[in-house]
T-cell receptor, first 112, second 117 residues
Framework: QKEVEQDPGPLSVPEGAIVSLNCTYS??????FMWYRQYSRKGPELLMY????GNKEDGRFTAQVDKSSKYISLFIRDSQPSDSATYLC????????????FGTGTLLAVQP | SAVISQKPSRDICQRGTSLTIQCQVD?????MFWYRQQPGQSLTLIAT?????????ESGFVIDKFPISRPNLTFSTLTVSNMSPEDSSIYLC??????????????FGPGTRLTVL
């Protein structure tokens, strides 16, 4: 079993839809949770960063962490064609190595 | 956030040759990381490079195949040695990021797209 599982998609939605992206994980030591956005032929860009359980909102983006279920989500409201990208979840246990464990990424396409 | 550049952005190489990838960051950082991203797979950490010490390699990666240099706090190189088609991948460098008082996330460079024939 992988430490982090993420549905690879592709996920296709119409413009304006609410998008839900999810990851599950097995290591209960993970404390820091991130979402990266990666456009084609570009490096991953840090989108959201959260610590422990709870919600965090930034504009149209909301990150949720449920440590009891080992489940994290990223919601995108009013999705735009410019949101079309691969979304990668990543997490860390906060140890000295600062090592991040990534999901495989979900490819999202927002249709105009 | 840190601004990270990589050279080259892409390359096509012959089997058996070596390629050195450069990573430059616009601020001093303690930890730099090298990843490989293959199609349909997670980003896989190759090694962590700290200035003034030898790189720490992850399971499955060895120094002879992926030698790394870290001569100062803003620069690192990764060499992919004796390449085979299986080394075709995107290679990314990243640096630790200080957010909320913690350094448990990273910023990434644009990547180097390597094709080995």
């Amino acid at each position: 079993q992988k430490e982090v599982e993420q549905d690879p998609g592709p996920l296709s939605v119409p413009e304006g839809a609410i998008v839900s992206l999810n990851c599950t994980y097995s290591n209960s030591a993970f404390q820091y949770f991130m979402w990266y956005r990666q456009y084609s032929r570009k490096g991953p860009e840090l989108l959201m960063y959260t610590y422990s359980s709870g919600n965090k909102e930034d504009g149209r983006f909301t990150a949720q962490v449920d440590k009891s279920s080992k489940y994290i989500s990223l919601f995108i409201r009013d999705s735009q064609p410019s949101d079309s990208a691969t979304y990668l979840c990543a997490m860390s246990d906060g140890g000295a190595t600062n090592k991040l464990i990534f999901g495989t990424g979900t490819l999202l396409a927002v249709q105009p | 956030s840190a601004v990270i550049s990589q050279k080259p952005s892409r390359d096509i190489c012959q089997r058996g040759t070596s390629l050195t990838i450069q990573c430059q960051v616009d601020s001093q950082v303690t930890m730099m990381f090298w990843y490989r991203q293959q199609p349909g797979q997670s980003l896989t950490l190759i090694a962590t490079a700290n200035q003034g010490s030898e790189a720490t390699y992850e399971s499955g990666f060895v120094i002879d195949k992926f030698p790394i240099s870290r001569p100062n706090l803003t620069f690192s190189t990764l060499t992919v040695s004796n390449m085979s088609p299986e080394d075709s991948s995107i290679y990314l460098c990243s640096v630790e990021a200080l957010l909320g008082g913690n350094t448990d996330t990273q910023y990434f460079g644009p990547g180097t797209r390597l094709t080995v024939l």
